[in-house]
């Protein structure tokens, strides 16, 4: 009987790690990375219709889809969000337009209210892997941007290039080019200067809204935003996966590391890098460089699941030693860290450089 028992277990055994070879043979190959990482087939709305965003608890016309064009011709499905009061205020008006993806949102009303305000702000949003613009909580945490101005924070959400009603496939250049799409539609079409608009990034959407915020910072002239703020960064997509676990559990890759070179040799085959620590740097550095006044914010859950906390001091210390010209090691900035840090208790905490 034990025999059985050991033989039936060392089967399994030797079943799964024939498994997970194969798995991680796969995740050499582009086309399955690309699922892996993107997750961009899960829609999580399928049952919805993405045009008609009442059915997600908008009011009639506050949300409005339409259509973007990337530099690669590629088609970007976006979501325009009016605030609050400014609907409330043309209410009649917008009731009478009809509810659908309009092929020129320059002809809506709302695209009016957003190019003829001064005083409006508006959020480039920039989600994170898996879904569309209209999945989980994505919809509620439009409400709660646009709520901390209600008559003046517009907000532009939009699928990258592969994602829910947006062609193509997406790939770290391909994504990089929709956002340079989106900001050059918010500044040049809609007429928003930089210093009205804010980038925000959840998850993997935070590689992206660095990258462009980096991108912009860097070129000339130089252009910088009302603020970038980044929702559960990660360092970079080789890091990520060594530390990331299915439902904060099953481990994918994190078995490996403790096999420096073999997992060293696996990181070589991640084509899409999303190098955050190091775009932050550059970032921060052109614009101390530039004497360019500049605002980063970073946010994460110590108990997020997806995303590991630990990223985020990692990425504060490669921004901080970037605004130090002879640089600061991780050391001397916990030697730092009582001076800069506020305490608020189950609120968390709060460090400011």
Do not use: C
Not at 31 to 57: A, C, N
Not at 199 to 206: H, N, P, R
Not at 280 to 287: D, F, T
Not at 334 to 351: F, Q
């Amino acid at each position: 009987m034990a025999a059985s028992v050991f033989k039936f277990v060392s089967v399994s055994a030797a079943a799964l790690v024939g498994l997970y070879a194969t798995f991680l043979g796969l995740l050499t190959t582009q086309t399955f990375q690309r699922h892996v990482v993107y997750l961009h087939k899960i829609q999580m709305t399928w049952f919805s219709d993405l045009d008609v965003p009442e059915t997600f608890g908008f009011l009639r016309n506050q949300a409005t889809p339409f259509i973007l064009k990337s530099s690669d011709g590629e088609r970007l499905y976006a979501w325009h969000i009016l605030p609050l009061e400014i609907f409330r205020k043309h209410e009649l008006a917008l009731l009478e337009e009809p509810v659908e993806l309009v092929s020129d949102f320059t002809s809506k009303l709302a695209f009016k209210l957003l190019r003829e305000d001064p005083d409006a702000r508006l959020i480039l949003h920039f989600h994170g892997a898996v879904g569309t613009v209209g999945s989980g909580y994505r919809v509620p945490n439009y409400r709660t941007l646009s709520a901390g101005q209600p008559g003046k924070i517009h907000v532009l959400t939009f699928d990258y290039q592969g994602y829910g009603r947006s062609s193509g496939t997406p790939s770290e250049n391909g994504i990089l080019l929709d956002a340079a799409a989106v900001v050059e539609w918010a500044i040049n079409t809609a007429g928003i200067s930089p210093s009205r608009i804010l980038i925000f990034g959840q998850s993997m959407g935070t590689a992206v809204a660095t990258a462009i915020s980096n991108q912009y910072a860097r070129q000339e002239p130089p252009v910088v935003f009302a603020g970038t703020v980044l929702i559960a960064p990660f360092v970079d997509a080789a890091t990520l996966v060594s530390t990331y676990r299915v439902a904060g559990t099953i481990p994918i890759l994190s078995p490996l590391a403790t096999i420096p070179t073999l997992f060293k040799a696996l990181q070589g085959f991640i084509r899409d890098k999303w190098s955050t620590k190091d775009r932050i740097a550059q970032y921060v550095r052109a614009n101390e460089v530039n004497g360019e006044s500049y605002r980063l914010t970073i946010i994460h859950a110590e108990d997020d699941y997806d995303v590991p906390w630990s990223h985020t001091p990692e990425l504060f210390w490669h921004a901080v030693n970037a605004t130090v010209p002879t640089g600061i090691s991780h050391d001397e900035l916990e030697e730092k860290r009582s001076e800069i840090k506020t305490d608020l208790g189950a609120a968390g905490s709060v460090m400011e450089w």
